[in-house]
């Protein structure tokens, strides 16, 4: 990986989750998130994501695990 480079896997808990009017996540949005918080650490960049999801599903319980790896490349 070259520096800045992002690897993020993450499970269909998260582009699947729901809001409280029954709309999904979505991939677009999950990109959206990691694109915004790209300049970040990948500890950083995982937490955001699960705050963006957590934020989009308020009302609505949690339909099915959420795991997410991030890696990015280390500048050097």
Known sequence: MEPGDLLIVATDGFHEARN????LFGIDRLLMAVNALAEQSARAIADGIFQVVEHFSAGHPQDDDQTLIVLKGAAT
């Not at 409280?20 to 709309?23: P, V």
Request: charged share 50%; no cysteine; proline share 0%.
């Open 20 to 23: 409280a009017a029954d709309e």
